[in-house]
């Protein structure tokens, strides 16, 4: 059955809108036009925003400890799978794989990505799934898609009747001080969104 499985790639993280205090994880079928959104925390979401946004942790996250267990042990993630989708919740399988032995552990999909993701494993689910939950995502008229880094992009709800000034109006120099700030209160979810705003300010520049 494995032609029937479907790659997918982490697209991104927004906040969710269905459930307070959760995130929404977007996964992207590889040559293919389907997204798939799934709900998880507030603390996977950080850990994967981090490693999206390329941000440094000055002490191993867990899942940074786990591959680095792995690797201490020559233990290599072969793949993830999202082989299931049932009463609202994806169930994943891990493959590893040492010299004499593979295995397959089940696993949250959030944790199962979160790994993936640091050791550029490839992540499949299958056609059903695709079609259950997929959905094909508009594209902006105004092509404001500028940037090919935008994969992991959180978009940024700042409520504009705060009166408080939203971080794409800070200056670059601004924005370098608060991202150095929120790292070391290790505040990574706000450090990815700050990042985020950089990378975008700093290409218009250039």
Do not use: W
Not at 58 to 68: A, E, G, I, K, N
Not at 90 to 119: G, M, N, P, Y
């Amino acid at each position: 059955m494995a032609n029937d499985r479907i790659r997918l790639r982490v697209l991104g993280i927004s906040y969710s809108q269905i459930q307070t205090g959760a995130y929404a994880l977007i996964l992207a079928q590889v040559d293919g036009p389907c997204r798939i959104p799934i709900i998880i925390g507030s603390s996977e979401a950080q850990s994967i925003a981090i490693r999206l946004e390329g941000i440094i942790p000055p002490r191993p996250m867990t899942h940074d400890l786990f591959v680095s267990f792995a690797h201490a042990f020559g233990v290599k993630l072969q793949e993830v799978f999202i082989y299931k989708f049932e009463d609202g919740i994806f169930s994943s399988e891990i493959t590893f794989a040492s010299q004499d032995r593979s295995i397959v552990l089940d696993a949250r999909t959030s944790d199962a990505i979160a790994i993936a993701i640091r050791t550029k494993a490839p992540i499949y689910t299958t056609k059903e799934i695709l079609d259950e939950t997929g959905f094909i995502l508009e594209e902006t008229p105004d092509g404001d898609d500028d940037d090919d880094d935008n994969t992991s992009r959180i978009i940024n709800n700042d409520d504009e009747t705060t009166g408080e000034p939203k971080l794409e109006n800070y200056a670059v120099e601004e924005l370098e001080r608060t991202l150095e700030k929120l790292i070391e209160q290790e505040n990574y979810e706000e450090a990815a969104k700050v990042s985020d705003i950089l990378k975008r300010k700093r290409g218009k520049q250039s």
